[in-house]
């Protein structure tokens, strides 16, 4: 069953993210741009943060989209980094509260990479990274546009595939939580904690095992599942009787929100 059962298939997208982390569209510009694709419902879920979900309740009000309290919550298991999605947040100020030692721990790492990169004989500020930031977590997204901006790489992808992936010279491990202390903290909060976009784990065995940790459910349809990877993670689903949800993992216009493979019947 979907995680919200009076959503319509085509009519909602539960993975967005806006400039409160990574995104590049603010809450209300995000809010906008469902209304024009058509969208009814809404989740914000930004990185480690409940700081654009305000923002966009309140142009959902007057814009007549529904919004949705959500997060996505780093967690690592071993050396996976699991994502996880948290619905339907009813006490927002107490995650929101909870999850400011994980932001200190991204802007601390920020600063690392900057300093890495400087080594590397590519000096960039902290005021250039926050060109692309704002007043929102630095993410390495935005560290990469800065080094593509100072000319020392040609795109993004890049930057991460020779600087800023696991293992590479300018990344530093990020700070994160257990899968279940993520899970936990969604549940304290009265909300309901989903895997995030299964297929980035690589391994149906392991997102087998990390199902049964106390998820309500799992992302089923994602812009980067394919048809087949979507009802493989269904049929998971069901013999686990957890729910299912789908969303774009919207960041930028390259990402078409409401388009992540959801069946429209």
Do not use: C
């Not at 967005?16 to 989740?43: C, M, N, Q, Y």
């Not at 802007?107 to 990169?117: K, T, V, Y």
């Not at 309500?216 to 993670?233: A, F, K, L, T």
Request: glycine share 10%; hydrophobic share 35%.
């Amino acid at each position: 069953m979907r995680i919200f059962k009076d959503l319509k298939p085509g009519t909602f997208d539960l993975h967005i993210h806006t400039t409160a982390s990574d995104g590049i569209f603010s809450p209300t510009e995000v809010v906008h741009r469902a209304k024009e694709a058509g969208l009814s419902t809404i989740a914000i879920t930004d990185h480690d943060t409940l700081a654009g979900v305000e923002e966009a309740l309140a142009a959902g009000e007057t814009s007549g989209v529904r919004v949705l309290s959500g997060v996505e919550i780093s967690t690592r298991y071993g050396k996976k980094g699991v994502d996880i999605l948290g619905y339907d947040i009813h006490r927002r100020r107490q995650l929101h509260e909870t999850l400011s030692s994980l932001r200190d721990a991204r802007q601390d790492r920020a600063l690392g990479i900057i300093e890495r990169f400087d080594r590397l004989g590519m000096p960039i500020t902290l005021k250039e990274v926050q060109e692309f930031s704002g007043d929102g977590v630095i993410t390495r997204p935005h560290i990469a546009r800065a080094i593509v901006k100072k000319g020392y790489a040609e795109d993004v992808q890049t930057v991460f595939d020779r600087y800023l992936a696991d293992g590479r010279p300018a990344n530093v491990e990020k700070k994160v939580l257990t899968p279940q202390q993520g899970i936990q903290l969604i549940h304290q909060s009265g909300g309901q904690a989903v895997l995030a976009h299964p297929i980035y784990l690589g391994d149906d065995e392991l997102v087998r095992s990390l199902l049964k940790f106390g998820f309500d459910g799992i992302e089923v349809w994602h812009r980067n599942h394919s048809p087949e990877d979507s009802q493989r993670y269904f049929q998971i689903a069901e013999e686990l009787s957890l729910r299912v949800t789908g969303g774009s993992d919207f960041h930028t216009e390259a990402h078409r929100m409401g388009d992540f493979g959801a069946p429209t019947d």
